[in-house]
Nanobody, 118 residues
Framework: VQLQASGGGLVQPGGSLRLSCAASGNIFGSKNMAWYRQAPGKQRELVARITSGGRTNYADSVKGRFTISRDNGKNTVYLQMNILKPEDTAVYYC?????????????WGQGTQVTVSS
Protein backbone atom coordinates (compact mmCIF):
# COMPACT_ATOMS: atom_id res chain seq x y z
CA VAL A 1 0.00 0.00 0.00
CA GLN A 2 1.24 3.46 -0.87
CA LEU A 3 -0.09 6.91 0.01
CA GLN A 4 1.36 9.43 -2.41
CA ALA A 5 1.03 13.06 -1.39
CA SER A 6 1.56 15.94 -3.78
CA GLY A 7 0.82 19.62 -4.24
CA GLY A 8 3.14 21.26 -1.75
CA GLY A 9 5.42 24.15 -2.59
CA LEU A 10 6.35 27.74 -1.91
CA VAL A 11 3.56 30.32 -1.81
CA GLN A 12 3.25 33.91 -0.68
CA PRO A 13 1.10 34.85 2.31
CA GLY A 14 -2.53 35.05 1.27
CA GLY A 15 -2.03 32.52 -1.48
CA SER A 16 -3.54 29.08 -2.03
CA LEU A 17 -2.39 25.51 -2.50
CA ARG A 18 -4.21 22.23 -3.03
CA LEU A 19 -2.75 19.05 -1.63
CA SER A 20 -3.68 15.61 -2.91
CA CYS A 21 -3.04 12.17 -1.47
CA ALA A 22 -3.86 9.03 -3.39
CA ALA A 23 -3.85 5.58 -1.82
CA SER A 24 -2.95 2.69 -4.07
CA GLY A 25 -2.86 -1.06 -3.55
CA ASN A 26 -5.39 -3.80 -2.81
CA ILE A 27 -7.72 -1.56 -0.85
CA PHE A 28 -11.16 -2.91 0.00
CA GLY A 29 -12.43 -0.04 2.11
CA SER A 30 -11.53 3.19 3.84
CA LYS A 31 -12.69 4.99 6.94
CA ASN A 32 -11.28 8.28 8.18
CA MET A 33 -8.81 10.17 6.02
CA ALA A 34 -6.89 13.11 7.38
CA TRP A 35 -4.12 15.64 6.98
CA TYR A 36 -1.56 16.33 9.69
CA ARG A 37 1.33 18.76 9.71
CA GLN A 38 4.59 19.13 11.53
CA ALA A 39 6.53 22.37 11.73
CA PRO A 40 10.22 22.43 12.71
CA GLY A 41 10.63 21.88 16.44
CA LYS A 42 6.94 21.15 16.95
CA GLN A 43 4.83 18.06 17.37
CA ARG A 44 2.75 16.69 14.55
CA GLU A 45 -0.79 18.08 14.73
CA LEU A 46 -4.11 17.23 13.14
CA VAL A 47 -5.14 19.75 10.49
CA ALA A 48 -8.36 18.21 9.19
CA ARG A 49 -10.18 14.89 9.13
CA ILE A 50 -13.00 13.54 6.98
CA THR A 51 -15.05 10.42 7.58
CA SER A 52 -16.16 7.98 4.90
CA GLY A 53 -19.55 9.67 5.05
CA GLY A 54 -18.11 13.13 4.52
CA ARG A 55 -18.18 14.55 8.04
CA THR A 56 -15.30 16.92 8.64
CA ASN A 57 -13.48 18.51 11.53
CA TYR A 58 -10.68 21.06 11.51
CA ALA A 59 -8.05 22.49 13.78
CA ASP A 60 -9.16 25.88 15.06
CA SER A 61 -6.18 27.51 13.38
CA VAL A 62 -7.35 26.56 9.88
CA LYS A 63 -11.15 26.80 10.18
CA GLY A 64 -12.61 28.95 7.44
CA ARG A 65 -9.41 28.77 5.37
CA PHE A 66 -8.84 25.07 4.67
CA THR A 67 -11.26 22.54 3.19
CA ILE A 68 -10.79 18.78 3.24
CA SER A 69 -12.58 16.56 0.72
CA ARG A 70 -12.30 13.05 -0.63
CA ASP A 71 -13.05 10.92 -3.64
CA ASN A 72 -13.91 7.46 -2.35
CA GLY A 73 -13.80 5.91 -5.81
CA LYS A 74 -10.20 7.04 -6.19
CA ASN A 75 -9.18 6.54 -2.53
CA THR A 76 -7.93 10.11 -2.63
CA VAL A 77 -8.09 12.90 -0.07
CA TYR A 78 -7.58 16.59 -0.82
CA LEU A 79 -6.78 19.66 1.21
CA GLN A 80 -7.62 23.03 -0.28
CA MET A 81 -5.66 25.67 1.59
CA ASN A 82 -6.59 29.34 1.14
CA ILE A 83 -5.42 32.56 2.75
CA LEU A 84 -2.18 30.87 3.72
CA LYS A 85 -0.13 32.31 6.54
CA PRO A 86 3.55 31.93 7.41
CA GLU A 87 2.54 29.86 10.44
CA ASP A 88 1.07 27.26 8.06
CA THR A 89 4.60 26.40 6.98
CA ALA A 90 5.17 22.72 7.74
CA VAL A 91 5.50 19.28 6.27
CA TYR A 92 1.99 18.00 5.58
CA TYR A 93 1.23 14.30 5.94
CA CYS A 94 -1.83 12.40 4.80
CA UNK A 95 -3.26 9.59 6.87
CA UNK A 96 -5.88 6.97 6.09
CA UNK A 97 -7.59 4.04 7.75
CA UNK A 98 -7.71 1.35 5.08
CA UNK A 99 -9.01 -2.20 4.84
CA UNK A 100 -6.24 -4.26 3.29
CA UNK A 101 -5.48 -7.94 3.45
CA UNK A 102 -8.46 -8.71 5.66
CA UNK A 103 -7.88 -6.11 8.37
CA UNK A 104 -8.01 -2.38 9.07
CA UNK A 105 -4.76 -0.48 9.34
CA UNK A 106 -3.46 3.05 9.76
CA UNK A 107 -1.34 4.32 6.87
CA TRP A 108 0.75 7.44 6.31
CA GLY A 109 1.99 9.29 3.27
CA GLN A 110 5.56 10.49 2.86
CA GLY A 111 4.88 14.17 3.53
CA THR A 112 4.91 17.22 1.31
CA GLN A 113 6.53 20.53 2.22
CA VAL A 114 4.42 23.68 2.35
CA THR A 115 6.31 26.95 2.77
CA VAL A 116 4.48 30.26 3.12
CA SER A 117 6.86 33.16 2.73
CA SER A 118 7.24 36.44 0.91
Amino acid sequence: VQLQASGGGLVQPGGSLRLSCAASGNIFGSKNMAWYRQAPGKQRELVARITSGGRTNYADSVKGRFTISRDNGKNTVYLQMNILKPEDTAVYYCNAELFIGGSWGDYWGQGTQVTVSS
